[in-house]
């Protein structure tokens, strides 16, 4: 009798598991869910819930066309976790960002601000969870991506449309990095926006002149060797012909 009960326990508590799903995660209450992710947000309240909701459209609209391009095959649900209060957000992340993925934790981590009713903060906010989901396909691929910055950055920038709208407003390339800046984790320190911007030049530029199928071989193998046996240059032909073309078009 004793082990009946003891066996009718468990089996309510697996019930109750599974009815509550995925309710939480760690102490983060579940604030949407889409059919690929799951957005979760240690505050809730109407604004929140909008601004939410506004990146959950905006990650889903994107979706499939990110994981195609990458040939990434994954039933997994992303996890994104969106806090609003920008100091202490960037306090849990430990640098000054508003949004990374945190590839040890495989969790999408955003600061948002509560309300995103103006056009231009909206499209901001929107961009950036499209951009760190690139980031989360690509680190998937190949945990290595991550150490190569331009690469890591400039697939993002560039998948997530942020390199097309800002071509949209500029036609000038001027300061255009150096070899060596590139390959400095310092250079986006230092040179933020702009960082991102000629990162995501270069790999609109491999994708214009030799095709989706050859930088999806670059993310599988980001190491200089194999960079350069892909495009079967060297890297610093590879670089000039990139200034070249790009100076060439302004």
């Known amino acids: 009798m004793r082990c009946s009960f003891f066996l009718l326990g468990i089996m309510l508590l697996i019930f109750l598991s599974a009815c509550m799903g995925h309710k939480t995660d760690g102490d983060l209450p579940l604030i949407k869910e889409t059919d690929h992710a799951r957005f979760y947000s240690p505050d809730v309240n109407a604004d929140k819930e909008k601004a939410v909701t506004k990146l959950a459209e905006a990650f889903e609209a994107h979706y499939i066309r990110i994981v195609k391009l990458f040939q990434l095959d994954s039933t997994d649900k992303t996890i994104v976790h969106v806090y609003t209060n920008k100091a202490d957000f960037q306090k849990m992340i430990g640098r000054n960002t508003e949004g990374t993925y945190v590839a040890s934790e495989n969790i999408i981590k955003v600061y948002t ?12 906010f929107t961009d950036q969870i499209v951009h760190e989901f690139v980031h989360a396909v690509i680190q998937q691929i190949n945990p290595d991506i991550g150490k190569t910055k331009w690469l890591d950055e400039g697939i993002a ?15 000038l390339f001027l300061d255009i990095p150096t070899l060596e800046q590139l390959a400095s984790p310092d250079y986006f320190n230092l040179e933020g926006g702009e960082a991102y911007f000629y990162s995501g030049l270069i790999i609109q530029y491999i994708v214009d002149k030799y095709g989706e199928d050859t930088l999806n071989e670059i993310i599988r193998n980001p190491e200089q060797n194999q960079f350069e046996r892909i495009m079967q240059t060297t890297i610093d032909k590879f670089y000039e012909e990139w200034k070249g073309d790009l100076q060439k078009n302004q």
């Not at 601000?113 to 901001?124: I, Q, R």
């Open 157 to 171: 920038y560039y998948t997530s449309n942020q390199l097309q709208k800002e071509l949209q407003a500029r036609s």
């Open 113 to 124: 601000p509560e309300s995103l009713n103006t056009p231009g903060v909206e499209d901001a």
